[in-house]
């Protein structure tokens, strides 16, 4: 085996992919996202949060995007009976019921390289991703005593148990035909990729991942029951198989929003009980681009009102959109029509990704027949910082 790797080594000098730099997973994080702060007494205890998601960009970080094309699940607080928290997202836990969420290769180099192989001896770093033809293609460096540079095109499924099988059909190993030459040295992936990281495994040449399992959180749970290449995306259906009906939002005819109901909500000072609120894209051509961890900030921008039942309606400014002077539509930042929150800067520098246009699926319920396709969340221009002070009026 070691004449095997050094024959590679030998073949392909120098040879890497070309890899954008990452932020790390230590990273500092926006205080928000973490905050710990102390629970009134009166809004304890609390139910689960029933959460309807269609057509929102669901950011687990500054940029690693879920696209949730329609959700119907369950929000709540890991210790029972606590208000859900947004302000702390190691708080609480997302439960799926069904779902169609893709990721898109930009993403997922992100997520793998960020969360997954980031430890120092992984077998596999420098990952790129993308979807061509159908197949998702990986590219990296493999290390099993020597860096090898490798590509491989694979079909993606998902297993009885919930797992994402890529199923390689071509290998490259330094542009040779990798399965050939593993077929001559009687070896597989899995001989040769070993110490994985939790959520990862190898079966023969198939590599499986726990989708779930690899997120940062906030904890998300659900039951995969396929997975699949549609458009620029790798697709992941989830079902529980109970037959949740769908919520019906007070606003039916929004096309991109997030709402939530019962339970009891935390953001910052607010406490919603018995929580009617839904939370609707200020711009309605393309998905809600959602990250919570700056969820104060994207308020700000916006507006809301109360309705005649006392549940609240919120319309939301894209996260990618913070700092925009917008060009149509009420004023945004305050209720009165007053002037735009101060300019934001970048916490983290992070390099711009390739442009996001992802597919809009049903899930939940049936979408509209116009629902919009995502733009590019990692445009050159990324959202600044609002300056100290700022708050919600």
């Known amino acids: 085996m070691v004449s095997m790797f050094s024959l590679f080594a030998c073949c392909c000098p120098g040879s890497r992919p070309n890899v954008a730099p990452l932020g790390s997973a230590t990273e ?34 500054r940029t690693v995007v879920l696209d949730i094309h329609g959700l119907r699940g369950q929000m709540f607080d890991k210790e029972k009976g606590k208000p859900l928290n947004f302000d702390d997202k190691r708080s609480f836990i997302v439960r799926v019921f069904r779902a ?30 993308h979807v061509e033809n159908g197949k998702l293609v990986q590219e990296g460096v493999m290390h099993k005593i020597i860096d090898i540079p490798f590509k491989m095109t694979a079909d993606v499924s998902a297993t ?9 059909v071509q290998i490259r190993i330094c ?15 899995q001989k040769v990729l070993t110490k994985l990281p939790p959520g990862v495994r190898v079966e023969k040449n ?21 997975a699949m290449i549609e458009g620029n ?15 019906q939002p007070p606003d039916s005819s929004a096309r991109n929003y997030m709402y939530f109901r019962n339970g009891t909500l935390r953001m910052g000072k607010l406490l919603m009980v018995t929580a009617d609120m839904q939370v609707i894209d200020m ?77 809009v699926h049903p899930a939940a319920s049936p979408p509209p027949a116009n629902a919009p396709r995502r733009e590019d969340r990692r445009a050159s221009s990324l959202p600044r910082r609002a300056s ?3 708050s919600r009026p």
């Open 28 to 61: 500092s994080q926006p205080p928000i996202g973490t905050a710990n702060l102390a629970v009134p007494v009166e809004a304890v205890p609390a139910r689960e949060t029933e959460t309807e998601m269609r057509n929102v960009g669901f950011h687990i970080d």
């Open 233 to 247: 995306e790798l697709v992941q259906v989830f079902d529980d198989g109970r037959g949740v009906p769908p919520l």
């Open 100 to 129: 169609h969420i893709g990721v898109d290769g930009q993403s997922l180099t992100d997520l793998l390289n960020r969360y997954v192989f980031n430890d120092k001896g992984t077998p596999l770093k420098n990952l790129v991703l």
């Open 388 to 390: 100290a002070g700022t």
């Open 283 to 359: 711009d309605p051509g393309d998905p809600l681009d959602f990250f919570i961890d700056e969820y104060n900030a994207q308020l700000v921008a916006g507006y809301d009102h109360n309705r005649q039942n006392y549940g609240l309606t919120v319309h939301m400014r894209d996260y990618g959109k913070l700092g925009v002077v917008p060009t149509s539509g009420r004023p945004e930042g305050r209720r009165d029509g007053g002037t735009t929150p101060a300019a934001r800067t970048p916490a983290v520098s992070e390099t711009p990704g390739s442009p996001r246009s992802p597919r």
């Open 175 to 189: 542009s040779l035909n990798g399965q050939a030459l593993m077929r001559a040295f009687g070896i597989s992936l």
């Open 160 to 168: 009885p148990d919930g797992w994402i099988r890529i199923h390689p």
């Open 206 to 226: 198939d590599m499986l991942i726990q989708p779930l399992q690899i997120l940062p959180p906030p904890v998300i749970e659900g039951r995969l029951t396929a």
